[in-house]
């Protein structure tokens, strides 16, 4: 089971849950909010980038929150589409990038190598569980989800310690994806 949601379940659900009900009364749709999303990450990675950790770590926060309210809002206002989710979907590989590239950016010279490896533990978490889905099968599985990864890098940027971050998603991001793997190798083989 997908213990790496925790915050998603605990903080922003509970939150983001009653301001879809506010927002359901007014005509923003839930792309708008997956808009205003991703430009609140984006500037969280920009800031970062510029060493502002404290406004990179809101800024993050507060897009993370935006990501859960959209699809609140659509399944409250019964306009949840497919396009809306892909949609959903692209951006938040979009903003990882944005946090990871922005915190390996405010200081290149050290932090390239395993800012690259915590991009691409990432980028295959992320894609392991999106081609299981797309076979069939879910693999709910591994610590290094998004939530997971999210905090870690934004703890370590407000700590000033954005290459201890970085290493660890590489890691937990590297070996969730080879858990993964197997995961979905085993349960498709089982399944013909």
């Not at 659509?74 to 497919?82: N, V």
């Amino acid at each position: 089971m997908e213990i790496g949601y925790a915050l998603t379940r605990y903080v922003y659900r509970p939150l983001s849950a009653p301001a879809a009900s506010v927002l359901a009364g007014t005509p923003v749709s839930p792309n708008q909010v997956t808009y205003a999303s991703a430009a609140l990450s984006f500037g969280g990675g920009a800031a970062f980038a510029m060493r502002a950790f404290v406004p990179g770590a809101i800024l993050t926060l507060m897009g993370s929150f935006a990501d859960c309210l959209d699809g609140d809002l659509a399944r409250i206002t019964d306009r949840a589409t497919r396009s809306g989710s892909y949609l959903d979907h692209v951006f938040d590989r979009w903003t990882d990038a944005a946090l990871v590239v922005g915190l390996t950016f405010s200081d290149l010279s050290v932090l390239a190598p395993v800012g690259f490896a915590a991009l691409v533990g990432t980028f295959m978490t992320s894609y392991t569980r999106t081609k299981a889905q797309a076979l069939g099968t879910d693999c709910q599985v591994g610590i290094g989800g998004r939530d997971t990864r999210m905090l870690i890098l934004v703890v370590a940027g407000l700590f000033g310690r954005a290459s201890i971050g970085l290493r660890v998603v590489a890691v937990l991001g590297l070996a969730t994806a080879v858990q993964r793997m197997l995961w979905t190798m085993r349960h498709l083989d089982a399944r013909v």
